[in-house]
């Protein structure tokens, strides 16, 4: 019996889906009182590079550390591909940072896997991955869509990265996939974040807004600005939810990617 439950237990730190691929790492339940509220932090880690062309996973673990996050959303992560001399990079920052994990590969890439990530110090109740459309034949986008538990309610988490092109209509329709994901949900609580690669007043923001708030509109000081980390003059990285009041956002100061991290704290209602 004992055989058969540690296998159970393997079986279910990897799962393959029907679209993409994920894969989930557990630990042992938080015990720290949440009362409900979040904080959620958002991050396209450039496959660890930091500014300085230097892959460090330890400087991004330790940001996250530091930010006091529940859950972190990555975007261009790393799994055993050439560039990063075939390392793990979410295993590794996972471990660094002492938090669960969760993983949604899109694409193979130099013989590794590459894709989002989320990790977080909360319980994981599922996992999977959706691929979304690709019209105009570009680099495979997805979004990673996690139950996390607090508290006893079940929250939907969805991290991604969409289409870098000018061209609104892949970005629309993957805002519309997003909803579709929501709408499947239910009238639970729903954070998504990432790396959009839109502007708030784009077409695909103003999909988004028919459902989310957006945190940084709702509380945030400034412009938000995120990418180039020189000079930021974009604000592409986004955390947006439902069913949860935003309490306050921040762009956090960082060296450790060419986006800069952003951060929310929200209270779900």
Same mark, same amino acid.
């Given at each position: 019996m004992r055989r058969l439950l540690l296998a159970s237990v393997l079986l279910a730190g990897m799962v393959t889906a029907l679209e993409g691929q994920q894969e989930r790492r557990e630990f042992p339940p938080t015990t720290a009182p949440l009362s409900r509220a979040l904080t959620v932090l958002t991050f396209n880690i450039h496959h660890a590079?930091?500014?300085? *062309?230097k892959v460090d $996973?330890?400087?991004?673990?330790?940001?996250? /550390? #530091?930010?006091?996050?529940?859950?972190v959303g990555l975007q261009e992560v790393d799994r055993?591909?050439?560039?990063?001399?075939?390392?793990?990079?979410?295993?590794?920052?996972?471990?660094?940072? *002492?938090?669960?994990?969760?993983?949604?590969? #899109?694409?193979?890439h /130099?013989? *590794?896997?590459? &894709? #989002?990530?989320? %990790?977080? @110090?909360? =319980?994981?109740? @599922?996992? &999977?991955?959706?691929?979304?459309p690709n019209t105009g034949g570009g680099e495979q986008r997805?979004? %990673? /869509? $996690?139950?996390?538990?607090?508290e006893g309610t079940q929250v939907l988490v969805l991290t991604t990265h969409l289409d870098h092109r000018k061209e609104d209509p892949q970005r629309v329709a993957s805002a519309?996939?997003?909803?579709?994901? $929501? /709408?499947?949900? &239910?009238? !639970? =609580?729903?954070?998504?974040?990432?790396?959009? #690669?839109? $502007? =708030?007043? @784009?077409a695909t923001w103003t999909r988004l807004m028919t459902v989310f708030t957006d945190t940084w509109a709702a509380v945030g000081?400034?412009? !938000?600005?995120?990418? =180039?980390?020189?000079?930021?003059?974009?604000?592409?990285?986004?955390i947006l939810v439902r069913g949860a009041e935003p309490v306050?956002?921040?762009?956090?100061?960082?060296?450790? @990617?060419?986006?800069?991290p952003v951060v929310a704290r929200v209270k779900l209602r």
């Open positions: 590079e930091d500014t300085d *062309g $996973v330890g400087r991004i673990a330790k940001l996250i /550390q #530091n930010s006091q996050a529940d859950i055993g591909v050439e560039r990063t001399a075939r390392r793990d990079l979410l295993k590794e920052i996972a471990d660094h940072a *002492g938090m669960r994990f969760a993983f949604g590969k #899109n694409l193979d /130099q013989g *590794g896997d590459y &894709g #989002n990530a989320l %990790l977080t @110090s909360l =319980p994981i109740v @599922s996992v &999977g991955n959706k691929r979304l997805g979004v %990673l /869509q $996690v139950v996390v538990d607090v519309d996939a997003i909803l579709d994901m $929501v /709408q499947a949900f &239910g009238p !639970g =609580p729903v954070v998504a974040m990432g790396d959009f #690669n839109d $502007v =708030p007043g @784009s000081s400034g412009d !938000g600005f995120s990418i =180039p980390v020189e000079a930021p003059a974009k604000r592409i990285d986004w306050s956002a921040e762009v956090l100061k960082s060296e450790a @990617s060419d986006h800069l």
